[in-house]
């Protein structure tokens, strides 16, 4: 069976439920190191977790990691009916 679905732009849009997520790893010594700051919702938390950790170590290379989570919202009739989530 074909079948034919109008296409639409969709807009993605951060969820305003769950704020984003920041976090830091070393990487100045890859086999050795990997340190984490775990996950914060303040970047200058990381920053302050960064600065002690080149201060306690002499490390100096890090990954900045940004995450959120987002919702889309599809133009009309871009999704089956069947494949929309029903509410419980």
């Not at 201060?55 to 919202?73: A, K, Q, S, Y």
């Amino acid at each position: 069976m074909t079948r034919y679905f109008r296409f639409g732009e969709f807009e993605i849009v951060q969820n305003p439920d769950e704020p984003p997520a920041f976090g830091a790893v070393c990487v100045a010594h890859p086999k050795e190191c990997h340190e984490h700051s775990g996950n914060v919702s303040d970047v200058k938390t990381v920053h302050k977790w960064i600065a002690g950790h080149a201060r306690d170590t002499g490390h100096l290379d890090f990954d900045r990691n940004m995450g959120d989570r987002c919702h889309v919202i599809p133009p009309e009739g871009a999704i089956p009916e069947a494949r929309v989530p029903r509410s419980v």
